[in-house]
């Protein structure tokens, strides 16, 4: 396939493999259109997703460039991607190596492809095209005896196969074999290829089985929500105990909508409802992590000021910029690198953290976690929620217009003084007046200022008369009781007022960028909880049963949905999608006994 054809796969043709170190998309050409090495969010290796024609790829297909079918291996993250053509079939194997080894995740950063022959005499293609980052300059390729060393990187690239060198220009042949690709960031392969990359497979197959074996799953939707627990733990970057929002920049929106934005980060509120998510699921090894990630953080911020989002590494180098040389996903641009929300004041943070951390002084799994300094930690966050309740900040969807005080922000100051009053009360610590107190004042305020009441709704900022699907969440803060008819009647008003199709919009006001015109996949499935939550369990059941139609065939979501066009989009794969799937499954699905 010559550049003049090259094209943008659709989301729904991408699948994403990765280790907790990196992650790689490959699409159903079988080609890797995006990958950053050696992290989330260093720069792209293969970028082919934001420029067809320029961007760096690797690919492994038909010679006469026909799509295949993909799908992944049960319970794993590893990628088969299945051709046919007219003289034969075959596969192509695309994982990341991940199991135990000497007691610890081996995770090198290595991206490893197998193609085998299935039936007949495939002519296959192979071109790896590999990309000196955002410069997009091709780097030099030094040829060895069975492998190609890129030269230009900030450490060594290298492609080892078993292939001949000769074919690796893109020109077809005859496929009539196992051929082994690894393409290594650092540390080259040295052993025999074949056994290592059989051994790696294997023993990574084993590991996601495992993994998910250990998974608590609820009673129905079990395979989307495997799915999604895979997919989730390949946003956590395993050396810091960071969660990334998703693994790619500037997915448009919706188009036309110049909302591009660099998601290769760690939010904070992200990671807190993702480690809720890894509760239900029964795993705790990543709440662990994260908890490191955070009092790294808290170190390094004088006062608690915190960021609403880090680097992978808990650094705030996040100034944004615009690559006026990139066209951007379907010339969707602009390409943005960083995120200027960095640099926002949002208060939520603060209370979300303290959920974050709570669930140490009740867990006794976690006991080990239960420190002098965690506790120390805590009671500050919650602090300086209560200081900073009511007052105005970008709020949740991080508004770039006027900032006014955001109900879901003081919503997070309550839940967070509410929690540490009840951590002080279970451990019988003497600040748990204070705190209840400051809860109950924070509550007394949100119900002034937000409650409005020809809306018959809590409204989305102070005063204010837009509604905001983020207050779905105070059915599942407890903010209000189960039966409390404000509770009900905001949720009636949001379902009403925000729902295109089976999907529910973020908000209706212009938020600098003109008024949004597609779903955040994340706010059906908080309808889902909420409705859930009070009770309307079968209602919860259908809305979530319809949201499972959107997504691909890989069982992955992006993070907006178009109901009109029936297409993904937003950065992808979105941590908060899957997350929210996660927990609108456990909160919709019938009890074991009830299905047994």
């Known amino acids: 396939m010559n550049a003049a054809t090259r094209s943008y ?40 997703l934001l420029d067809a024609e320029s961007g760096g790829r690797f690919r492994i297909g038909p010679a006469d460039g026909q799509a295949g079918t993909q799908r992944y291996r049960q319970s794993t993250n590893i990628l ?49 095209e590999p990309k000196l980052g955002w410069s997009k300059r091709a780097p030099e390729a030094v040829a060895g005896s069975h492998h190609i060393r890129y030269e230009g990187f900030a450490s060594p690239l290298r492609l080892t196969t078993d292939m001949p060198l000769s ?16 393409l290594s960031w650092g540390t080259p392969v040295e052993e025999p290829l074949a056994p290592l990359c059989e051994r790696f497979l294997h023993q990574t197959a084993r590991y996601w089985q495992n993994w998910v074996k250990h998974c608590n799953i609820p009673a129905v939707h079990q395979q989307e929500v495997i799915r999604s627990a895979l997919a989730l733990k390949l946003h956590c970057f395993e050396d810091t105990g960071a969660v990334v929002a998703a693994m790619t920049t500037s997915i448009p929106e919706s188009p036309g909508s110049g909302r591009t934005w660099d998601y290769r980060y760690c939010w904070l509120r992200d990671a807190n409802y993702a480690l809720n998510a890894f509760g239900l699921l029964g795993h705790f090894e990543e ?8 009092l790294n953080i808290a170190g390094e911020a004088p006062g608690l000021d915190l960021s609403p989002l880090y680097r992978v590494d808990g650094s705030r180098r996040l100034e944004e910029r615009i690559l006026d040389e990139w066209p951007g996903y379907e010339g969707e641009g602009p390409v943005r690198i960083g995120n200027a929300a960095a640099t926002h004041l949002q208060h939520d943070v603060y209370g979300e953290m303290v959920l974050a951390l709570a669930p140490i002084f009740f867990d006794e799994r976690m006991e080990a976690e239960r420190s002098p300094a965690a506790l120390q930690l805590v009671e500050q966050l919650a602090r300086k929620a209560i200081s900073l309740a009511g007052s105005p900040d970008a709020g949740i969807w991080e508004y770039r217009t006027e900032w006014k005080p955001q109900t879901f922000s003081s919503l997070m100051c309550w839940a967070g003084a509410d929690r540490m009053a009840r951590i002080a009360d279970q451990h019988a610590l003497p600040v748990a007046v204070e705190f209840r107190d400051a809860a109950a004042a924070i509550h007394e305020q949100i119900v002034a200022h937000s409650w409005n009441s020809r809306r018959s709704a809590f409204v989305g900022h102070y005063g204010g008369e837009d509604l905001d699907a983020s207050l779905l969440q105070m059915a599942r803060l407890r903010f209000l009781p189960a039966d409390d008819a404000r509770l009900a009647s905001t949720i009636s008003a949001i379902t009403n007022d925000l729902t295109r199709g089976d999907w529910l919009l973020r908000y209706q006001l212009n938020d600098g960028f003109g008024t949004p015109t597609v779903a955040f996949v994340i706010c059906t499935f908080w309808m889902v909880e909420a409705l859930a939550s009070i009770g309307r369990r079968g209602e919860a059941r259908a809305v979530f049963a319809r949201s499972l139609t959107a997504l691909s065939r890989l069982g992955l979501f992006s993070e907006d949905y178009d109901a009109k066009t029936r297409r993904m989009w937003g950065n992808f794969p979105q941590a908060y999608s899957h997350v929210g799937l996660i927990h609108a499954a456990f909160a919709a699905s019938p009890e074991w006994p009830e299905v047994l």
């Open 9 to 48: 796969p659709r989301l729904e043709e991408i699948g994403v493999i990765g280790n907790c170190q990196f992650s790689a998309l490959v699409d159903h050409l079988g080609e890797v259109v995006w990958s950053c090495l050696p992290r989330f969010d260093s720069e792209p290796v293969f970028s082919a």
């Open 80 to 128: 088969e991607t299945t051709f046919q053509t007219a003289t034969g079939s075959f596969r192509v194997v695309d994982f990341a190596p991940r199991f135990l080894q000497y007691e610890r995740a081996f995770r090198p950063t290595q991206l490893v492809r197998i193609v085998e022959p299935l039936e007949g005499s495939p002519r296959i293609a192979v071109v790896c």
């Open 167 to 182: 074919y690796l220009g893109g020109q077809g042949f005859t496929l009539t074999e196992r051929q082994h690709f690894i």
């Open 287 to 294: 709440r662990e992590q994260f908890v490191r990630y955070l």
